[in-house]
């Protein structure tokens, strides 16, 4: 890109001249949602579903809630529960939009959709649309490449964290950025010092213990990439045949729907070495299944993904999510 405003600009244009919702009332999937509308969304899926809720698991370093959308149909039966957040990095806009694709999916499909039913029969669904709403909302305001969160570093006029680089598996505080509070990378002053993975670390333990947490997925964007651990070792997990397994039925489901071409494989491997990642925190709390995927492009767009994609990045996604879980 040689004029990255102008795209931006021309996003925001596009953005704002398209309606949020559809005519019968569900959410517009083929547009980007302000942090606002993402909330009032959620009460919205509230009123409709007697089987969904909403729970705030916890507040955001500048007061906002972390909302997690909880999908238990015949609650009192005991089923494995799957944990997809969205949107830990901010201009990552993919993430959530793909988040709310599959709430609009799974809502609007359960009772009407053979295999989203029999999905929803099985598994519980926890999803967190947007991880991180104070970068969120920071990039649509000010920074469309905002990354990590809006907590005040002391001492420092750089703000925020990387929050994938703030999970302590033991090996939190490796690689760039760290000790650097203006580096886009930095993981913080300790492990889990941010109050929105300590929410989604006491959150999804506990779903552990009383749900039995079958699988942690986290999206973000971007180079077509289905990754799990370790990020900060080259060796692979002991379980990596089975994880493995797991990840090419996702990936082949994905290009199954438009062609779409993923690489899998540890973080480390296919990505580069990183440190402090929530992949790797919720594999060493004992959940295998725990990946990361880097959703559609290569670069062409980057974050500033257009619009026409969000459908489609959606579609595919969810084939892939969906695939893999039924083959835990
Ligand atoms: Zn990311």
């Known amino acids: 890109m040689t004029d990255i405003q102008s795209v931006i600009d021309a996003e925001r244009q596009a953005v704002t001249s398209l309606p949020t919702r559809r005519p019968d009332g569900r959410i517009e999937t083929g547009t980007y949602h302000q942090w606002k ?27 906002r ?10 609650s009192y039966c005991s089923k494995p529960t799957v944990w997809i957040d969205c949107g830990i990095h901010a201009r990552e806009w993919i993430g959530p939009a793909t988040c709310i694709y599959g709430l609009d999916y799974l809502t609007n499909g359960y009772g009407c959709d053979p295999y989203v039913t029999n999905f929803l029969n ?7 649309p947007v991880h991180n709403p104070d970068g969120y909302c920071y990039s649509w305001r000010y920074d469309r490449l905002w990354r990590k969160n809006r907590n005040r570093n002391p001492n420092d006029t750089c703000y925020g964290v990387d929050l994938n680089r703030n999970y302590d598996d033991g090996h939190w505080g490796g690689g760039r ?15 889990f010092s941010e109050v929105e993975t300590q929410a989604v670390r006491d959150y999804t333990n506990e779903l552990q213990s009383t749900r039995n947490l079958a699988a942690f997925f986290t999206i973000h964007s971007y180079a077509q990439q289905w ?9 692979s997990v002991p379980e990596e045949p089975e994880v493995s397994r797991v990840a090419q039925i996702g990936v082949n489901a994905i290009e199954s729907v438009y062609n779409t071409r993923y690489r899998y494989g540890s973080f480390y491997n296919v990505a580069y070495p990183g440190f402090g990642l929530s992949i790797d925190w919720s594999y060493s709390r ?3 299944y725990s990946y990361l995927l880097e959703l559609r492009d290569k670069g062409e767009y980057g974050f500033l993904f257009p619009l026409t994609q969000i459908v ?5 996604t ?3 999510l969906m695939a893999a879980v039924m083959a835990i």
């Open 37 to 63: 509308d993402i909330e009032d969304y959620l009460q919205e899926l509230l009123v409709v579903y007697p089987w969904l809720s909403i729970t705030s698991i916890g507040q955001t370093a500048r007061g």
């Open 286 to 288: 004992g959940v295998i």
């Open 177 to 191: 950025g760290a000790g650097d509070p203006c580096s886009n990378n930095y993981p913080g002053p300790t492990g």
């Open 227 to 235: 990754l799990y651990a370790y990020g900060w070792s080259g060796e």
């Open 312 to 316: 489609p990045t959606g579609e595919e």
């Open 65 to 74: 809630q972390l909302w997690v959308a909880k999908i238990e149909i015949n």
């Open 318 to 320: 969810w084939a892939g």
């Open 122 to 128: 099985k598994y519980n669904v926890h999803i967190m």
